[in-house]
């Protein structure tokens, strides 16, 4: 196809719309009228001969050939994003904006607090981060890093190790003189127990609490489930049962009794993962060395 019928102009409306799935909501954010937006999109659709856009009294819904026109608009203006941030970068020190994703609880927890040494020690650079319980897309640029809870699944992507998060299992000392505390695992059938709910992050063995000691392999039900480990644990506070949360979480033990504390716990891998094409961003390459030391001192999630 000729740069006449498919000019940047009209693939960057394209896109807007396409993500927006309305004229209008494209136009906020590209600051340009509905009618503009519009007559881009007819002009483009006009030079292909072929409809990129369903109409209907609710918005807009992709063709097949608008899927896969999007599709391909994505991919180059990710790439277009990525390249972009990498020359923004000067051979002397990093520069420009860094998209960390991670958990929710991780993130607020123990990452987030720590960002302001980051930031003092690295002030060309930027951090939007990201605090999502499900897997951006590293590929499709959804973000530039990410810290996660278990090995990524695509192979094109870099990994560091960065360590293990271990867990305990805590009570409230007013749960534990009115229901007394488990002896053994298999006494935790017997307990309230706080779990983690149907959505749950992709953390392995999250409601290991719930099985451990299961001799017919049905899990446990929680007395309360809830899809937020600093809800778990404000619950445990509260003395409504008792639950397992990771040590990051768990920087002031005042109030808190520990269960089975002889019982081994499952740990969870932590990864630094981000695309190949960036392994040579410094950027990615300055946050992952202060991550790596963030974790090797002493209020590290590692114990």
């Not at 609490?209 to 509260?238: F, T, W, Y």
């Not at 033990?253 to 993962?273: C, H, N, R, W």
Request: aromatic fraction near 6%.
């Amino acid at each position: 196809m000729t740069g006449q019928k498919m000019d940047w102009d009209k693939l960057r409306v394209f896109h807007a719309v396409a993500e927006a799935g309305s004229f209008t909501h494209a136009g906020d954010t590209l600051n340009l009228s509905q009618s503009a937006v519009s007559r881009q999109i007819s002009a483009l659709e006009e030079a292909l001969a072929v409809p990129l856009f369903h109409r209907h009294a609710r918005g807009l819904i992709l063709t097949e050939q608008g899927e896969a026109l999007n599709r391909t608009v994505r991919d180059v203006f990710a790439k277009l994003a990525m390249t972009e941030a990498l020359l923004a970068e000067s051979k002397e020190k990093p520069a420009g904006r860094l998209k960390v994703t991670t958990t929710h609880s991780f993130g607020v927890a123990w990452l987030a607090p720590r960002l302001k040494t980051f930031l003092h020690q690295h002030q060309d650079v930027t951090v939007s981060l990201l605090l999502d319980d499900t897997d951006l897309d590293l590929a499709m640029r959804e973000a530039d890093v990410a810290i996660r809870m278990h090995p990524p699944r695509q192979p094109d992507l870099v990994q560091r190790h960065l360590g293990e998060i271990r867990s305990q299992i805590w009570a409230s000392p007013d749960y534990a003189k009115a229901n007394g505390l488990p002896e053994t695992v298999e006494d935790l059938d017997n307990h309230k127990l706080i779990l983690f709910g149907d959505r749950k992050p992709p953390v392995p063995d999250v409601n290991w609490l719930g099985e451990i000691g299961r001799k017919d392999g049905i899990p446990r039900r929680g007395v309360l489930e809830v899809n937020s480990l600093q809800a778990v644990l404000a619950c445990v506070r509260a003395g409504i049962g008792i639950g397992t949360v990771p040590d990051y979480l768990v920087q002031d033990q005042t109030g808190l009794v520990a269960v089975l504390p002889e019982v081994k716990k499952p740990s969870i891998d932590m990864y630094f993962v981000y695309p190949e094409e960036l392994r040579n961003s410094k950027r990615v390459s300055v946050f992952r060395d202060f991550l790596v030391n963030s974790i090797a001192e002493r209020n590290g999630p590692t114990r």
